[in-house]
């Protein structure tokens, strides 16, 4: 893998200033390992608190509207979270699929709102437990996929893909090595026939799903395995710390 390993915390709807002190000991800790890229993406609430305290991780947002500004109440664009200070924006999570039905066109809409402002995306992909159970998982994550791949001029520099089987997120089951290295095997060949395999290999295919400081040394050595996307474990310094130090040990190994 031509790029450092990426763990990215995905704190969703948790978060209050009192977590500062944690973003504070991510971030001075993640000096410690530089062979591993570390980044966080709080509520918009505390974006540029997170931006402020941060020296070394990168800091992004969870969501973004795909409008330019206007009247949208209780709403907030691409260009108002890069002011913020985010660099990057998760984008297609299956909770937004979920919860708030994001259609394909929708966030095709937020991808291209997204770069314009300058964002690099983290694009979330992954099958319901039913399409995995039906031998369907690999053509529906691709599907999902290519519908956004065109609108990345730049690949290399803008996109970076989450692999998040629905039934792992947040229920203590993880895919195995065999599913999870199959599925990224099949989204890296996506990613050789759009872009060519120059410009593929410079973009990095997380894991996300119940990924913990126990089992993150495995996961990340994984091949094509190139981070996580981290919910829960991401809460605490300590344990988020733990999938840091995993991803660096698997880097050495
Ligand atoms: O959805 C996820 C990250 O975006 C994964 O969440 P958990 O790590 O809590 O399973």
């Given at each position: 893998?031509?790029?450092?390993?990426?763990?990215?915390?995905?704190?969703?709807?948790?978060?209050?200033?009192?977590?500062?002190?944690?973003?504070?000991?991510?971030?001075?800790?993640?000096?410690?390992?530089?062979?591993?890229?570390?980044?966080?993406?709080?509520?918009?609430?505390?974006?540029?608190?997170?931006?402020?305290?941060?020296?070394?991780?990168?800091?992004?947002?969870?969501?973004?509207?795909?409008?330019?500004?206007?009247?949208?109440?209780?709403?907030?664009?691409?260009?108002?979270?890069?002011?913020?200070?985010?660099?990057?924006?998760?984008?297609?999570?299956?909770?937004?699929?979920?919860?708030?039905?994001?259609?394909?066109?929708?966030?095709?809409?937020?991808?291209?709102?997204?770069?314009?402002?300058?964002?690099?995306?983290?694009?979330?992909?992954?099958?319901?437990?039913?399409?995995?159970?039906?031998?369907?998982?690999?053509?529906?994550?691709?599907?999902?996929?290519?519908?956004?791949?065109?609108?990345?001029?730049?690949?290399?520099?803008?996109?970076?893909?989450?692999?998040?089987?629905?039934w792992a997120?947040?229920?203590?089951?993880?895919?195995?090595?065999?599913?999870?290295?199959?599925?990224?095997?099949?989204?890296?060949?996506?990613?050789?026939?759009?872009?060519?395999?120059?410009?593929?290999?410079?973009?990095?295919?997380?894991?996300?799903?119940?990924?913990?400081?126990?089992?993150?040394?495995?996961?990340?050595?994984?091949?094509?395995?190139?981070?996580?996307?981290?919910?829960?474990?991401?809460?605490s310094a300590?344990?988020?710390?733990?999938?840091?130090?995993?991803?660096?040990?698997?880097?050495?190994?």
């Amino acid at each position: 893998m031509a790029e450092r390993p990426y763990i990215v915390g995905n704190w969703k709807m948790n978060g209050t200033r009192a977590m500062l002190s944690e973003a504070r000991a991510i971030d001075r800790a993640a000096q410690r390992y530089m062979k591993v890229e570390v980044a966080v993406a709080p509520p918009y609430t505390l974006i540029h608190a997170v931006h402020k305290e941060a020296e070394q991780i990168g800091v992004g947002a969870q969501d973004c509207h795909p409008g330019a500004e206007g009247a949208h109440t209780g709403d907030i664009n691409a260009s108002m979270i890069a002011d913020a200070g985010a660099k990057f924006v998760i984008l297609g999570h299956s909770e937004r699929r979920q919860d708030h039905s994001e259609t394909k066109d929708l966030i095709n809409a937020k991808i291209e709102s997204a770069l314009e402002a300058g964002l690099r995306v983290i694009l979330c992909c992954g099958e319901p437990l039913e399409t995995r159970d039906a031998g369907k998982a690999e053509r529906y994550v691709l599907d999902q996929l290519k519908a956004a791949l065109p609108l990345f001029e730049d690949p290399a520099e803008r996109l970076t893909i989450a692999y998040e089987p629905i039934w792992a997120i947040g229920t203590g089951r993880t895919a195995t090595s065999e599913d999870i290295a199959a599925m990224h095997s099949a989204i890296r060949a996506l990613l050789n026939e759009t872009y060519g395999e120059e410009a593929s290999s410079l973009v990095r295919i997380l894991y996300g799903g119940s990924v913990k400081p126990d089992n993150a040394r495995d996961i990340l050595a994984t091949p094509e395995v190139g981070g996580a996307l981290v919910g829960g474990a991401s809460l605490s310094a300590e344990s988020f710390l733990g999938i840091v130090v995993g991803a660096s040990e698997a880097e050495e190994a």
